[in-house]
């Protein structure tokens, strides 16, 4: 009996264990920040892949469907967007119409619509936190440093914030992760006890010994399928959001299916039956999915199901058309071709700063030790530290065979990273005081690169989007049934749910006399990328001439704005100068606002656009030498986000 309590003990092993203050104040401070709000853009993914759309279903506005959920062939799955967006969204929905009347509040804001989503995604990000904490204390490891060390990164308080479906990806990695490192915790304590009991038994002299240790066998629970359906349905889940979550998964699921393997109690027969029984499970959830994107893509109604007219036309399977969509040379070039050592070199380093390059360094000295044949002074395979290290070098590999590669796809490498190497940046009583000076240095330098990349990415990286976006909401409200026209250039685009406007698509119903009807448009934003100056105002007259048309025939009264970064002043006034009746008057800057689309130059010390476009307060007539305070003055002004005015000449609305 003493036996049986000792393994049961063993095997359902807790530990009281306190947060420390420290941790909770970085939690508070990711709270904070969201809640400011964040107005930096870090990539148009985050608004246009997940928000955009599933306000559009939720609210009757209108918004922009990015190619990707093309009905004739969509590459993005619905129900993770939905799951997450749909709550935040659906209580501004119900309760607009309360805070407006009670409170003066309206939630149908560009802050609220902004803010809102966010915190949601920001408690889903707890998530991450919370498995990094249960890993770590179930293999009685120093959670606290850990704990501390992930909750200031910047992609914490940045990434893990935003609406990104790498973001999503994170979180599914972590719980991953968490679900089979408790698997192989059991497994190994189970398969000690089985082994430990089955030696005894061989050992036992009489029948009645025998029996005794026989019961305690059968006593030991069940191992070798736990958490086989969760699993499944977590990695289905996360490969439909992003089909290369199967790159994030292909280690735990690998660990998942090796767990006691080698042993006297697990042989291969075991290891077949986990890959059965896993496929069996993935088979539920793969289906449930195709439906929702069937039904939701309109290739299977309510009609077909009636008259059971089914056919291979009625599913749409949206990670095989991610998969065919990104197998083409062609399509990849039009979103950038990235050399394939880019995650390694650079992205590593700019996300995870101090423990990218240790764990860069690690790495080589691990594999150094391999090729010299010193095993033993390499981690154990079967083991946590195997599976974070997988978990590390794996997905990172895979991910680099693709030729386009931005920093955000290896985001959810953060846990395992920490985990590996997050100790690295605190010193511990065996270490001598010169590592103690470089854990501690190492740790200062963490702290303030993930001080300067939150403020940059958080508040600083096209941060004048967000800004003239609040500004023009304001307007188009106030001059309800203007005509407002925006061309944004060498920046990314407005997200057009943060406007508010009402949908053109919908088809309204008088509430008197029942007629249906839609709106015309009213505001129209023009997203020229990158265009030349001469092309970009050969548009803009364009406009203009409609706009003009419509004055004069429909007494449709307009405002025309060119929205750009204030690097591009000189080359807009000079491409205007070449239509006489064009006015291009400057409205207003937003400030900071860094466009690596157009990055300033530095002026020379004898630059006078500084002083003729009023950057400094000088003698404009006269020509002098610039000091390096007025040439850096100058400079940092330059980063901006500055909307022109558009008319004719001597023209006033």
């Given amino acids: 009996m003493f036996l049986k309590t000792q393994i049961f003990k063993a095997i359902s092993f807790r530990k009281n264990v306190t947060l420390p203050l420290s941790y ?28 955009e759309v599933i306000a559009g279903d939720i609210f009757p506005i209108e918004v922009a469907r990015t190619w990707e959920f093309n009905p004739k062939f969509p590459i993005r799955n619905i129900f993770v967007p939905k799951i997450v967006f749909g709550p935040p969204l659906h209580f501004i929905r119900l ?22 989503p966010r915190l949601f995604i920001c408690l889903l990000s707890l998530v991450n936190d919370y498995c990094l904490y249960r890993i770590c204390v179930l293999y009685g490891q120093n959670f606290r440093s850990r704990l501390k060390i992930f909750a200031s990164s910047y992609v914490v308080f940045v990434y893990c914030c935003r609406s990104f479906s790498n973001t999503f990806e994170m979180i599914f990695f972590s719980l991953l992760l968490l679900l089979v490192a ?19 038994y061989n050992q036992a002299e ?7 240790i026989f019961k305690l066998k059968s006593h ?185 590669q931005e920093a955000r796809f290896i985001i959810p490498i953060l846990i395992p990273l920490v985990y590996l190497y997050g100790n690295h940046l605190h010193p511990n009583e065996a270490d001598s005081i010169s590592s103690r000076k470089l854990k501690n240095t190492m740790r200062s330098v963490w702290y303030i690169l993930n ?104 007494k449709r009264q307009y405002r025309f704005y060119i929205a750009s970064p204030c690097s591009l002043h000189r080359e807009i006034l000079d491409a205007s100068r070449k239509y006489d009746y064009i006015d291009v008057e400057q409205e207003i800057s937003y400030y900071p606002h860094f466009s690596t689309e157009a990055f300033p130059k530095y002026p020379n010390n004898r630059d006078q656009y500084c002083l003729e476009n009023n950057f400094l307060k000088t003698n404009e007539s006269q020509a002098v030498n610039l000091s390096i305070f007025q040439r850096l003055q100058c400079f940092l002004k330059k980063f901006c986000f500055r909307i022109y005015r558009i008319r004719l000449s001597n023209y006033r609305i």
């Avoid at 853009?41 to 246009?48: L, M, N, R, V």
């Avoid at 039009?334 to 423990?355: K, T």
């Avoid at 001059?479 to 944004?488: A, E, L, M, N």
């Fill in 220 to 404: 030991l629970p069940e191992h070798s399928l736990n958490r086989v359906f969760a699993l499944a349905t977590l990695v289905v889940t996360g490969i439909f959001n992003r089909p290369t979550f199967a790159g994030f998964a292909f280690v735990p699921i690998f660990f998942w299916l090796h767990r006691g393997l080698g042993s006297k109690v697990v042989g291969f027969k075991d290891f077949h039956y986990r890959i059965f029984t896993f496929m069996l499970c993935c088979v539920p959830m793969t289906l449930l999915l195709i439906l929702i994107d069937s039904v939701y893509y309109g290739y299977l109604t309510s009609a077909d199901v009636e008259t059971l007219k089914l056919s291979w036309d009625n599913w749409v399977v949206t990670p095989l058309n991610f998969l065919r969509y990104n197998s083409d040379p062609k399509n990849l070039k039009q979103h950038g071709i990235h050399p394939r050592w880019l995650h390694l070199i650079v992205n590593m380093p700019l996300l995870f700063n101090v423990l990218g390059i240790i764990a860069l360094l690690t790495l080589s000295s691990n594999t150094y030790r391999f090729i010299r044949g010193q095993y033993s002074k390499l981690p154990r395979i079967q083991s946590i530290t195997g599976l974070m290290l997988f978990s590390l070098i794996i997905p990172v590999a895979l991910l680099s065979l693709f030729p386009h």
């Fill in 24 to 51: 909770w104040l970085l939690v508070v401070t990711r709270f904070v920040l969201t809640l400011l709000p964040q107005a930096g853009y870090i990539h148009p993914d985050e608004f246009f892949q997940n928000v």
């Fill in 206 to 212: 009489t029948p009645v010994e025998k029996v005794k």
């Fill in 451 to 554: 001080i300067i990349l939150t403020v940059f990415f958080g508040f600083v990286h096209q941060a004048g989007i967000y800004q003239f976006t609040d500004n023009l909401h304001r307007e188009i409200k106030s001059y309800y049934g203007v005509h407002t026209h925006v061309i944004t250039t060498h920046s990314y685009s407005i997200p057009t749910y943060l406007l508010n406007l009402e949908s053109t698509t919908k088809v309204w119903k008088d509430k008197k006399s029942g007629r249906r009807y839609r709106l015309a448009p009213t505001t129209f934003l023009h997203k020229y990328g990158s265009l030349p100056m001469d092309e970009l105002l050969y548009k803009a007259d364009e406009i203009l001439s409609n706009a003009e048309l419509l004055l004069h025939k429909y």
């Fill in 95 to 116: 309760f607009n119409p309360y805070t407006k009347a009670y409170l003066g509040i309206d939630l149908q804001t560009p802050y609220y619509l902004l803010v809102i």
């Fill in 182 to 200: 408790e698997c192989m915790c059991k497994s190994d304590k189970v398969i000690y006890h089985d082994e430990f009991l089955t030696e005894k």
